[in-house]
């Protein structure tokens, strides 16, 4: 008999289920205390936090709360996120985009971030457990359709990169191609493919792709262990950069000007990182599975060689990060000078550290632990202004950096040049999720934060907005309008003698009492009664008497029509408010109806309880009236005695 084993028979044993996944990093997530401004911060501002905690901040926010929206994107785990206008997802065959300016208000994703409908997804919801300060990643999720999708000739999605103007998009896929395509029409431009003739091989998987500043050309690299650089006008790779001892799985583009040529500062040099410029500095980076990053001059117009320097991690690189210089963003005045304000540093994610290198000299500033349970898989940063003058009088710089993992922790560590000097990246706010995570992503004005999950879910976190204090401009009408006819309409008089008419509301009637107005007095009564309102109820019946029309209303009734009027009747018959015009509507039923006594078990019932309740309040009425004929009887005895 033949030894061969099935594949299924010679496989490792079953992962970890979640339970023991969230048993093993429940403690971990315990054992590291939040900085209480930061934890505070991101619970209020964006619902990222134990639940516990984003609850107690936020309970007494009503008005522009943080929202929270989760979907199923497909069955395959998602494989990148990119959110800069719009979301793009990379997950199974197909790349999903969801909201942008091209869909507008059409997009059901951006129509629940804006709480433009009421069922949203429950912010402190989903399978629960046995922690209470886990998130769930998966549990209640929405139903929400992609607004475009991008096609990848069949091979699963890999990796998907938008362009700074969010016109192309640049998608890597399992086969071992890039697909360019419209961000507009969905159309694919163009596809590029390696071969084994330019030092990779045929249907090697590409793990990542970036566009460089000038948007013609595009970096990719993959599982053949090249880094290949395309321009979009041609179909060859325009230089392939050979160095790598595994697969790469991460590049970058690293945009900087010399120290002379940096004349803007402030909040308005931003812009100048969004435009296609020639006279940037551009380095590539690279990070593989062989440890290693490498750092390729692709400015050079000759063929030698074009790698800088080599970084070792130490572990397998995951992830890259660029931290860009302050002077070629923006800054606080009266800030503290650092060394390193002016040239941008790379991080690496590789196991279970972060390693921050300067991409020029190729040192290595500093190592850090994350404490992380598993492999980091992904990095995103935070660099934004809190100027929202809640918390503080001036505006504050957050420059953090954001994790997460297969253990499913979301940590966030601050990353401002003073920590990086003092050798240390403190950790500030975390969050656990039930599921790992593959892909993080923030939008372009740091707004909303895209997390991936290998369930194919996607996690949206969505800032809370704050009221604007600017007046709105007001629109001029357009003329031949109605509203351009009532043009100052509503303009107040300067003139003391001028004599301002107001303008008298048209007071709303209600239904009945517009059934009254066209003499339908059965019809007013049916209505009145179903509003529950004894007050309204009496007024209607009082209305009708003036009218001698309660004979009408009261008339040609079946037994649930004359239901109402009697359950109404037996309630409210004892009270002194209404007894004087409810014994006038009994006997106009009894007169009515006297002749349909046996005709009906429920009418019969009901007349039977309107005769019980007249009863009992007779029979109280009289010992009441005993009761005052024996106080009248002492009270005039002991006026006789005095």
């Known amino acids: 008999m033949s030894t061969y084993k099935s594949t299924s028979r010679l496989s490792a044993p079953l992962p970890s289920k979640t339970s023991t996944v969230q048993s093993t990093t429940s403690s971990l997530s315990k054992s590291l205390e939040s900085h209480p401004e930061e934890a505070k911060w991101w619970a209020k501002n964006y619902g990222i936090g134990p639940r516990k905690q984003v609850k107690q901040y936020t309970q007494n926010i009503d008005a522009f709360k943080y929202r929270k929206l989760g979907f199923k994107v497909g069955s395959f785990p998602v494989e990148d996120v990119d959110f800069g206008e719009a979301l793009l997802v990379a997950c199974g065959p197909r790349v999903s985009l969801y909201g942008g300016r091209a869909a507008g208000m059409t997009s059901e994703f951006n129509r629940r971030l804006d709480g433009k409908k009421e069922k949203m997804v429950d912010l402190f919801g989903g399978k629960g457990g046995a922690d209470d300060d886990e998130e769930d990643g998966g549990g209640k999720l929405d139903d929400i359709s992609a607004d475009r999708q991008f096609s990848t000739g069949g091979h699963l999605a890999t990796t998907v990169c938008n362009r700074s103007d969010k016109r192309l998009v640049a998608v890597g896929t399992e086969g071992g191609t890039i697909r360019l395509c419209d961000a507009n029409s969905r159309a694919t431009l163009r596809s590029f493919s390696s071969s084994k003739n330019d030092g990779g091989g045929d249907r090697k998987s590409v793990r990542d792709v970036c566009w460089m500043r000038d948007g013609k050309r595009i970096v990719a690299g993959g599982d053949d262990g090249v880094v290949r650089v395309w321009n979009v006008g041609s179909e060859d790779a325009e230089f392939s950069l050979v160095g790598h001892g595994d697969s790469v799985r ?92 002016n040239i941008p540093l790379l991080v690496s994610a590789g196991g279970t550290t972060l390693k921050i290198w300067n991409p020029f000299t190729g040192t290595c500033i500093g190592t850090y632990a994350t404490k992380h349970a598993k492999t980091i898989t992904c990095l995103c940063l935070l660099d934004m202004f809190d100027d929202f003058g809640e918390d503080s009088a001036t505006p504050q710089r957050k420059r953090q950096i954001v994790t997460g993992g297969l253990d499913g922790l979301l940590r966030i560590h601050s990353a401002t040049p003073q920590d990086i000097v003092s050798g240390s990246l403190p950790f500030l706010h975390g969050m656990q999720f039930t599921n790992p995570i593959s892909a993080l992503s923030f939008s372009q004005d740091m707004s909303r934060l895209a997390i991936g999950f290998i369930t194919g879910t996607v996690m949206v976190h969505q800032r809370r907005k704050f009221p604007n204090t600017q007046p709105e401009k007001r629109r001029e009408p357009k003329p031949g309008t109605y509203s351009y006819f009532m043009r100052g309409g509503h303009e107040k008089t300067h003139d003391p003698d001028d004599y301002l008419l107001p303008q008298q509301k048209k007071q709303k009637l209600s239904e009945y009492d517009n059934l009254l107005r066209k003499f339908r007095y059965g019809a007013a009564l ?56 409810l014994i006038g509507v009994v006997h106009m039923l009894i007169d009515i109806y006297g002749f349909a006594v046996g005709q009906s078990a429920l009418v019969d019932e009901l007349f039977a309880k309107l005769k019980a309740k007249v009863g009992t309040e007779c029979a109280v009425q009289k010992n009441l009236l005993r009761l005052l004929g024996q106080i009248d009887f002492v009270m005039a005895g002991a006026e006789m005695e005095k």
């Open 250 to 341: 991460c590049v970058g583009v690293i945009s900087y000007k010399a120290e002379g040529e940096v004349k803007k500062k402030g909040p308005k040099g931003l812009k100048a990182n969004n435009a296609f410029q020639s006279d940037w500095n551009q380095l590539l980076v690279s990070g593989s599975y062989d440890h290693t990053i490498r750092t390729w001059d692709v400015s050079s117009t000759s063929h030698g060689e074009r790698c800088t320097s080599v970084m070792n991690h130490g572990d397998p690189v995951q992830a890259l990060l660029i931290l860009p210089p302050l002077q070629n963003t923006y800054g606080l005045q009266n800030a503290p000078k650092t060394k390193y304000d």
């Open 526 to 581: 049916d209505k009145v009664l179903e509003t529950r309102q004894p007050q309204n109820v009496i007024a209607v019946i009082e209305e009708l008497g003036k009218r001698r029309g309660l004979s009408i209303a009261l008339s040609n009734r079946d037994e649930e029509s004359l239901e109402s009027i009697l359950s109404f009747t037996i309630r409210f018959i004892d009270n002194p408010q209404y007894t004087s015009y």
